[in-house]
């Protein structure tokens, strides 16, 4: 069964420092993965997703995430974090064949971010 | 386009009652979930729907737990009897767009 893991409970960074959310996955096939933002409240939001082709994929707010497959891996990245970024991430993988279609999710990563 | 908008956002209630919680899905979406979000579990998938019709209900707790999509506009999850361990909340989904959420308290 695929599984996701994301190490890191929590993390603090400086406003204008880089980030990086760590994820791991375990899938047999060729995995779908995503990464969304949830604000406290609210439903979770598409970050971004990745199926097939460039590793390297863009998504909203400027992040972008890095898929590693030797590695087993689909870390989160942005250069400079903004206050707003405060928020828990969720990393997911998805299991699609046949009649299915689920989605596993990760723990979450709790952001703060410091002035 | 609205998204996908449940209701109630909000709702205390005291244990024993029945609770039901509703989701409108976007149009055009085969796809419908549940999901309940607790701090101790994280995100769960409790049932999800393809074509109205449910595939996989492995995730609903008990039998106090149902949920039905009459249709493609509309969907419910419905608890009874509520105790306050179903305290938590209650998302819907289609495929990477989720619904605000229902914060449900029991009593």
């Known amino acids: 069964a695929q599984s996701v893991t994301q190490p890191d409970i929590h993390i603090t960074v400086s406003e204008g420092a880089s980030l990086e959310l760590r994820c791991n996955y375990s899938?047999?096939?060729?995995?779908?993965l995503f990464w969304y933002v949830q604000s406290p409240g609210q439903g979770l939001q598409l970050l971004l997703k990745y199926f097939s082709g460039d590793t390297l994929v863009q998504g909203i707010k400027g992040f972008e995430a890095e898929f590693k497959r030797s590695q087993s891996s689909f870390n989160l990245r942005k250069p400079s974090v903004h206050w707003s970024d405060a928020a828990e991430y969720f990393c997911?993988?998805?299991?699609?064949?046949?009649?299915?279609?689920?989605?596993?999710f990760g723990k979450g990563t709790l952001l703060t971010v410091n002035p | 386009d609205a998204g996908v908008i449940q209701s109630p956002r909000h709702e205390v209630t005291e244990m024993g009652q029945e609770v039901t919680l509703r989701c409108k899905p976007i149009s055009g979406h085969d796809y419908l979930f549940w999901y309940r979000q607790t701090m101790m579990r994280g995100l769960e998938l409790l049932i999800y729907?393809?074509?109205?019709?449910?595939?996989?209900d492995s995730g609903m707790p008990e039998d106090r737990f149902s949920a039905k999509m009459p249709n493609a506009s509309f969907s419910t999850l419905k608890i009874q009897p509520s105790e306050p361990r179903d305290s938590a909340v209650y998302f819907c989904e289609q495929p990477q767009h989720f619904g605000d959420g229902t914060r449900l308290s029991i009593l």
């Open positions: 729907f393809n074509n109205n019709v449910p595939i996989d």
């Open positions: 997911a993988v998805l299991n699609s064949g046949g009649s299915n279609y689920k989605l596993t």
């Open positions: 899938y047999g096939a060729t995995p779908y």
